[in-house]
């Protein structure tokens, strides 16, 4: 339900091969001026955008203190975990870490399975009301839920969704982004196969299974990326939607957390540095294929 | 062409019936008086309750140790869910909503709930208010007598002086003083340690009134009308926003919270400033995590003396689930025993009769309690119906506003008082609706 | 690019013809939850502006009220000041920005992986950390930024407090937040570019500055297209970053359009009709924006 948009949106139907980014000049010869300078430039962008990340990460280790002082320490002069044992005592991670896997990965699947079979049968079929549904679909990614926040509410709230992992899983499932992109994918598979199948007895929900979800894998690596970095990240959602602690992700449990006023802020810092590992390690672990991901799976 | 007919048949049909269908909401149901209900004390046993409570600090475990205590006692279970203060309402408006009323929630103001609070009167008999010291029964009551919210504990206004730092530069601490006395003594507090700044105040409207209160006037008079006196508030106002102009009250602070909430706990514990207005509440934070010495100081006088008085209550929603469980556990977290008990280690004053007339031994700090005890015998009555009315959270809410774009330089003190009266007539007409 | 189904599915009318219900099965799911939680709300989101409510459980019926009420009030007016000034300075500055860094970025060999994971950072962390983050480093008295100002003799301007500069620092930090993600986006438009034309335009003794600007600028223009889309939704959006760095402040002036329609909900005083006003209003604004983008878009690519 986040209306961001592929770059196939607009993409022309290119021929180049996406993985040959030659038309640089730097061939074996020693670096020009100009390459020097652009590393230089990237070098710097990549330290200051780093920067605020990793000084935050070092004041995590202040005393309330020290936190406070004028001027600022740039190193903490007596690092103490004493923030991390008693934040992460007031704030229970874990609990909240399980429930941001849990609407993460499930709101993942469901939108990974009910988009590709949407896509499918608008790219593959051709029936009464296609065009229409398309349409719809393709105006709503301009539509973020943040406008239609109000009435949404109270449509789960009919539906006794406040206050459960549902209510955060369902509603923003049925992406029109990952329709569209997995839709424009499967244009571009051979209907033969298809055919062929079908000749060969094979029923209709057989061959979306065993042919074109196993073709349709990069447009689908895209929207899982897509929806993780969204459904993690989602704050206003949740905000209203999970009013118990029980139900929280954290997003939420971190601003709850950081409004409280019994909170010292140097113990708000650490909790958010302990947010903020698991998915960089992720990343870390899984950046080829993500960025590659993301570049190539957008643009077929 | 046939498919854009066909789509704007498909809008024009949607839209008819979302627009013909029925208001949006629940109908609602008001069933009356209904006859007194019973409370039986040994039926909970396996039942479940949602508290929803925001801290202080220290009152949260007290608060915790009194839930195990009713859990001992009834075999009910409670679902105690802490949010933030600023978030408070906004998360009870959302479950009321979408009606998903937590059965007890602790509130400042239970004004914006009327409409879906048990009345105590009906479960614990007409006579259950006088349990309760007077005044602090009758900010509990609304206008046809029900008695809506349980007060849990009241508060008054007043200033913390950092006493190490006063030592230092060999101001004593006064027994009485003004606001222009207070802010020489702390300035010079503050250049002989070092400090950044002399004065604190949390942003909040109540602290903000407590000023208004000492130049003389309250925003919401005793007969519920408009009781702001412009000049008097003026001059409150001009005073104010000149400290924070000129970053003697920090500035930076007080522009930088946007519109909630902020409370200044921290630029005290910091030491980075003498003084500081806040209330009791902070006595029990303080005492755990102050690394000076510090003390409870008499209020200001200007006009009048005296500080700001607040209070938290506690209520019970009709429609949750088990509003008898509701009742029965606010009614047992107030009585004599209990609300001793917690207010011991909470460091909270007391609403019982029983308990202002006996006073409470509490831990340690029992000289500040009893400074802001004696505050209240200073604080002059028309604050307490200022701080009860139910125009007073929107009115405050206005206070702020205007006050800060005093202290951003965009507008005039003149303006920001019209400005704020014209906000008190619109809440008082709100309110009155 | 083709929007409409390609002709060889009509191959298949034969298997689809009378009353084969595979496709219809195939869409219900999502169009189920689509349409009961994103276009049935979305009408229902318009029947709601017609009402109004002060505390979101009893709602009476205004005709217009809302919207005239809501064009009256000078705080709105505020907040669609501040949104709108966000959004174009949000816009530009990660477009261009985006663009730089993906044309360095795409050209550079050597560290190119670590150097995307740098930039890519701040699109993995919660925006509501993000906020936390950059309130600490823009502290005016204890943050990272004005510790390394002074120390070149640039003072200490209070980029959070000071209402003149509280709207540059929230457009800086959003820019933050999305250039890695944009320029990812832009690199693969730039891949998709046919490198013999460099070549070419290399024999002919263009300068690097030139090939940037006649073939590899026009050619990614569609891509470029959807980012200004993708980040024109996003500035119309901006909520959760702004609300733990700024709160809306210094005094409403980073207040933007979500968090008034957010605040008019849900946070006392309620006024439900001006949320649900302004939230059909900025509906219309987004889909208006966002539909003259692309129809420029396009058209200018067809000409």
């Given at each position: 339900m986040s209306a961001q948009t592929p770059s196939t949106l607009a993409q022309r139907s290119g021929s180049a091969n996406p993985q040959q980014p030659k038309w640089t000049s730097t061939g074996g010869s020693a670096p020009s001026t100009g390459a020097v300078v652009r590393a230089t430039l990237l070098i710097a962008g990549a330290i200051l955008v780093v920067t605020p990340v990793l000084w935050a990460a070092m004041s995590s280790f202040k005393t309330q203190a020290e936190l406070a002082q004028t001027p600022p320490t740039l190193w903490p002069n007596h690092p103490t975990a004493d923030n991390y044992t008693s934040g992460l005592q007031a704030f229970d991670f874990v609990h909240f870490l399980t429930n941001s896997i849990i609407v993460t990965v499930s709101a993942t699947v469901l939108t990974l399975i009910i988009n590709s079979m949407a896509a499918y049968a608008l790219s593959k079929y051709n029936f009464r009301g296609r065009t229409v549904l398309f349409l719809i679909t393709l105006s709503t990614i301009m539509i973020p839920l943040q406008v239609i926040l109000l009435p949404v509410y109270q449509v789960i709230a009919s539906f006794g969704m406040v206050n459960s992992l549902w209510g955060l899983i369902i509603p923003p499932a049925a992406t029109p982004t990952g329709v569209f992109l997995l839709r424009q994918y499967m244009l571009s598979l051979?209907?033969?196969?298809?055919?062929?199948?079908?000749?060969?007895?094979?029923?209709?929900?057989?061959?979306f299974l065993r042919i074109i979800l196993p073709l349709s894998r990069p447009a689908l690596a895209v929207v899982a990326i897509f929806s993780v970095i969204w459904r993690w990240n989602d704050f206003l959602w949740p905000l209203i939607v999970a009013q118990d602690e029980s139900v929280q992700t954290l997003p939420v449990a971190i601003a709850r957390f950081a409004s409280q006023q019994a909170i010292p802020f140097n113990q708000i810092l650490a909790v958010s540095v302990v947010t903020i590992l698991p998915i960089i390690v992720i990343f870390l672990f899984l950046q080829r294929h993500i960025i590659a991901g993301l570049a190539q799976g957008s643009i077929k | 062409m046939r498919l854009r007919t066909k789509i704007a048949a498909l809008c024009a049909v949607v839209l008819a019936t979302s627009l013909s269908a029925c208001a949006p909401g629940s109908p609602q149901s008001d069933a009356g008086p209904s006859a007194p209900a019973s409370v039986d004390f040994n039926s909970f046993k396996g039942q479940t309750l949602t508290y929803v409570y925001f801290t202080d600090g220290p009152d949260e475990q007290a608060t915790k140790d009194m839930i195990a205590k009713f859990e001992a006692a009834t075999g009910a279970k409670v679902n105690?869910?802490?949010?933030?203060?600023?978030?408070?309402?906004?998360?009870?408006?959302?479950?009321?909503?979408?009606?998903?009323?937590?059965?007890?929630?602790?509130?400042?103001?239970?004004?914006?709930?009327?409409?879906?609070?048990?009345d105590f009167k009906q479960y614990f008999g007409s006579g259950f208010p006088s349990e309760f010291a007077s005044g602090a029964a009758a900010t509990a009551m609304d206008s046809t007598g029900r008695m809506l919210a349980v007060p849990s504990d009241v508060t008054i206004n007043g200033p913390m002086i950092n006493v190490d730092a006063f030592k230092k530069a060999g101001v004593p601490v006064p027994a009485k003083w003004t606001w222009d006395e207070l802010v020489a003594d702390a300035k010079k507090v503050a250049a002989a340690n070092n400090m950044p700044y002399a004065f604190a105040i949390d942003k909040s409207g109540n602290r903000l009134s407590t000023i208004l209160s000492q130049f003389g006037t309250v925003m919401i008079g005793p007969d519920g009308k408009n009781a702001l006196d412009k000049d008097k508030a003026a001059k409150a106002l001009t005073f104010f926003t000149?400290?924070?102009?000129?970053?003697?009250?920090?500035?930076?602070?007080?522009?930088?919270?946007?519109?909630?909430?902020?409370?200044?706990?921290?630029?005290?514990?910091?030491?980075?400033?003498?003084?500081?207005?806040?209330?009791?509440?902070?006595?029990?934070?303080?005492?755990?995590?102050?690394?000076?010495?510090?003390?409870?100081a008499p209020n200001p006088?200007?006009?009048?003396?005296?500080?700001?008085?607040?209070?938290?209550?506690?209520?019970?929603?009709?429609?949750?689930?088990?509003?008898?469980?509701?009742?029965?556990?606010?009614?047992?977290?107030?009585?004599?025993?209990?609300?001793?008990?917690?207010?011991?280690?909470?460091?909270?004053?007391?609403?019982?009769?029983?308990?202002?007339?006996?006073g409470v031994t509490y831990a340690n700090r029992q000289s500040d309690m009893s400074s802001f005890l004696s505050q209240i015998n200073e604080t002059p009555s028309d604050t307490w119906t200022d701080a009860n009315s139910p125009a007073f959270t929107a009115s405050a809410t206005a206070l702020i506003s205007e006050t800060d774009k005093v202290v951003a330089g965009q507008q005039d003190v003149r303006t920001a008082v019209e400005n704020i009266s014209a906000a008190i007539d619109k809440a008082i007409k709100a309110a009155g609706s | 690019m083709s929007v409409m189904a390609p002709a060889r599915a009509r191959g298949f009318r034969g298997w689809m013809r009378g009353k084969n219900l595979a496709p219809y099965l195939f869409v219900l799911p999502n169009m189920l939850i689509f349409g009961v939680f994103t276009i049935w709300p979305a009408f229902n989101?318009?029947?709601?502006?017609?009402?109004?409510?002060?505390?979101?459980?009893?709602?009476?019926?205004?005709?217009?009220?809302?919207?005239?009420?809501?064009?009256?009030?000078?705080q709105f007016w505020g907040v669609v000041q501040h949104t709108v000034l966000f959004t174009l300075g949000f816009v530009v500055l990660s477009t261009v920005l985006g663009t730089a860094l993906a044309l360095m970025l795409n050209s550079q060999r050597r560290g190119r992986g670590a150097l995307s994971a740098a930039y890519f950072l701040p699109v993995l962390i919660s925006p509501v950390v993000v906020g936390i983050i950059w309130k600490a480093a823009l502290d005016r008295t204890t943050g990272l930024v004005n510790q390394v100002l002074s120390a070149i003799g640039l003072g200490s301007p209070g980029w959070l407090v000071d209402s003149s500069l509280s709207l540059i620092s929230v457009i800086l930090v959003g820019t933050w937040i999305h250039l890695g993600f944009y320029a990812v986006i832009l690199i693969s438009g730039l891949q998709a570019i046919d490198t013999s034309l460099y070549e070419a335009a290399r024999m002919d003794?263009?300068?690097?500055?030139?090939?940037?600007?006649?073939?590899?600028?026009?050619?990614?223009?569609?891509?470029?297209?959807?980012?200004?889309?993708?980040?024109?939704?996003?500035?119309?959006?901006?909520?959760?970053?702004?609300?733990?760095?700024?709160?809306?402040?210094?005094?409403?002036?980073?207040?933007?359009?979500?968090?008034?329609?957010?605040?008019?909900?849900?946070?006392?005083?309620?006024?439900?009709?001006?949320?649900?006003?302004?939230?059909?209003?900025?509906?219309?604004?987004?889909?208006?924006?966002?539909?003259?983008?692309?129809?420029i878009g396009r058209r200018s690519e067809s000409i």
């Amino acid at each position: 339900m986040s209306a961001q948009t592929p770059s196939t949106l607009a993409q022309r139907s290119g021929s180049a091969n996406p993985q040959q980014p030659k038309w640089t000049s730097t061939g074996g010869s020693a670096p020009s001026t100009g390459a020097v300078v652009r590393a230089t430039l990237l070098i710097a962008g990549a330290i200051l955008v780093v920067t605020p990340v990793l000084w935050a990460a070092m004041s995590s280790f202040k005393t309330q203190a020290e936190l406070a002082q004028t001027p600022p320490t740039l190193w903490p002069n007596h690092p103490t975990a004493d923030n991390y044992t008693s934040g992460l005592q007031a704030f229970d991670f874990v609990h909240f870490l399980t429930n941001s896997i849990i609407v993460t990965v499930s709101a993942t699947v469901l939108t990974l399975i009910i988009n590709s079979m949407a896509a499918y049968a608008l790219s593959k079929y051709n029936f009464r009301g296609r065009t229409v549904l398309f349409l719809i679909t393709l105006s709503t990614i301009m539509i973020p839920l943040q406008v239609i926040l109000l009435p949404v509410y109270q449509v789960i709230a009919s539906f006794g969704m406040v206050n459960s992992l549902w209510g955060l899983i369902i509603p923003p499932a049925a992406t029109p982004t990952g329709v569209f992109l997995l839709r424009q994918y499967m244009l571009s598979l051979p209907d033969e196969m298809i055919e062929a199948a079908r000749i060969d007895g094979a029923g209709e929900f057989k061959i979306f299974l065993r042919i074109i979800l196993p073709l349709s894998r990069p447009a689908l690596a895209v929207v899982a990326i897509f929806s993780v970095i969204w459904r993690w990240n989602d704050f206003l959602w949740p905000l209203i939607v999970a009013q118990d602690e029980s139900v929280q992700t954290l997003p939420v449990a971190i601003a709850r957390f950081a409004s409280q006023q019994a909170i010292p802020f140097n113990q708000i810092l650490a909790v958010s540095v302990v947010t903020i590992l698991p998915i960089i390690v992720i990343f870390l672990f899984l950046q080829r294929h993500i960025i590659a991901g993301l570049a190539q799976g957008s643009i077929k | 062409m046939r498919l854009r007919t066909k789509i704007a048949a498909l809008c024009a049909v949607v839209l008819a019936t979302s627009l013909s269908a029925c208001a949006p909401g629940s109908p609602q149901s008001d069933a009356g008086p209904s006859a007194p209900a019973s409370v039986d004390f040994n039926s909970f046993k396996g039942q479940t309750l949602t508290y929803v409570y925001f801290t202080d600090g220290p009152d949260e475990q007290a608060t915790k140790d009194m839930i195990a205590k009713f859990e001992a006692a009834t075999g009910a279970k409670v679902n105690l869910q802490i949010v933030a203060f600023a978030n408070l309402a906004t998360s009870l408006q959302a479950r009321l909503s979408a009606g998903n009323a937590p059965e007890v929630a602790r509130v400042t103001d239970w004004h914006p709930y009327a409409d879906k609070e048990v009345d105590f009167k009906q479960y614990f008999g007409s006579g259950f208010p006088s349990e309760f010291a007077s005044g602090a029964a009758a900010t509990a009551m609304d206008s046809t007598g029900r008695m809506l919210a349980v007060p849990s504990d009241v508060t008054i206004n007043g200033p913390m002086i950092n006493v190490d730092a006063f030592k230092k530069a060999g101001v004593p601490v006064p027994a009485k003083w003004t606001w222009d006395e207070l802010v020489a003594d702390a300035k010079k507090v503050a250049a002989a340690n070092n400090m950044p700044y002399a004065f604190a105040i949390d942003k909040s409207g109540n602290r903000l009134s407590t000023i208004l209160s000492q130049f003389g006037t309250v925003m919401i008079g005793p007969d519920g009308k408009n009781a702001l006196d412009k000049d008097k508030a003026a001059k409150a106002l001009t005073f104010f926003t000149d400290l924070v102009k000129s970053n003697v009250s920090p500035k930076d602070f007080w522009l930088g919270s946007g519109s909630k909430y902020t409370g200044a706990n921290e630029i005290f514990l910091a030491g980075q400033v003498p003084v500081y207005l806040s209330g009791p509440w902070q006595v029990g934070a303080f005492a755990k995590s102050a690394t000076f010495n510090w003390a409870a100081a008499p209020n200001p006088c200007q006009e009048r003396c005296g500080g700001f008085p607040g209070g938290k209550f506690m209520i019970a929603f009709k429609d949750s689930k088990n509003p008898a469980l509701a009742a029965a556990f606010v009614q047992w977290m107030n009585r004599s025993e209990n609300q001793r008990e917690v207010d011991k280690t909470a460091y909270w004053l007391p609403t019982r009769k029983d308990l202002t007339d006996s006073g409470v031994t509490y831990a340690n700090r029992q000289s500040d309690m009893s400074s802001f005890l004696s505050q209240i015998n200073e604080t002059p009555s028309d604050t307490w119906t200022d701080a009860n009315s139910p125009a007073f959270t929107a009115s405050a809410t206005a206070l702020i506003s205007e006050t800060d774009k005093v202290v951003a330089g965009q507008q005039d003190v003149r303006t920001a008082v019209e400005n704020i009266s014209a906000a008190i007539d619109k809440a008082i007409k709100a309110a009155g609706s | 690019m083709s929007v409409m189904a390609p002709a060889r599915a009509r191959g298949f009318r034969g298997w689809m013809r009378g009353k084969n219900l595979a496709p219809y099965l195939f869409v219900l799911p999502n169009m189920l939850i689509f349409g009961v939680f994103t276009i049935w709300p979305a009408f229902n989101g318009f029947n709601l502006s017609f009402y109004d409510s002060s505390n979101g459980r009893t709602y009476r019926p205004v005709g217009t009220g809302n919207y005239t009420n809501i064009l009256s009030d000078s705080q709105f007016w505020g907040v669609v000041q501040h949104t709108v000034l966000f959004t174009l300075g949000f816009v530009v500055l990660s477009t261009v920005l985006g663009t730089a860094l993906a044309l360095m970025l795409n050209s550079q060999r050597r560290g190119r992986g670590a150097l995307s994971a740098a930039y890519f950072l701040p699109v993995l962390i919660s925006p509501v950390v993000v906020g936390i983050i950059w309130k600490a480093a823009l502290d005016r008295t204890t943050g990272l930024v004005n510790q390394v100002l002074s120390a070149i003799g640039l003072g200490s301007p209070g980029w959070l407090v000071d209402s003149s500069l509280s709207l540059i620092s929230v457009i800086l930090v959003g820019t933050w937040i999305h250039l890695g993600f944009y320029a990812v986006i832009l690199i693969s438009g730039l891949q998709a570019i046919d490198t013999s034309l460099y070549e070419a335009a290399r024999m002919d003794g263009a300068s690097v500055w030139q090939s940037v600007r006649l073939i590899t600028l026009p050619l990614l223009r569609p891509t470029l297209m959807v980012v200004i889309i993708l980040a024109t939704i996003a500035g119309f959006q901006a909520f959760d970053f702004v609300y733990t760095l700024t709160g809306g402040g210094p005094v409403g002036a980073t207040t933007l359009i979500i968090q008034y329609i957010y605040e008019n909900a849900f946070s006392y005083p309620i006024q439900y009709g001006l949320a649900s006003a302004a939230a059909v209003i900025l509906f219309v604004v987004v889909f208006a924006v966002t539909f003259i983008n692309y129809a420029i878009g396009r058209r200018s690519e067809s000409i």
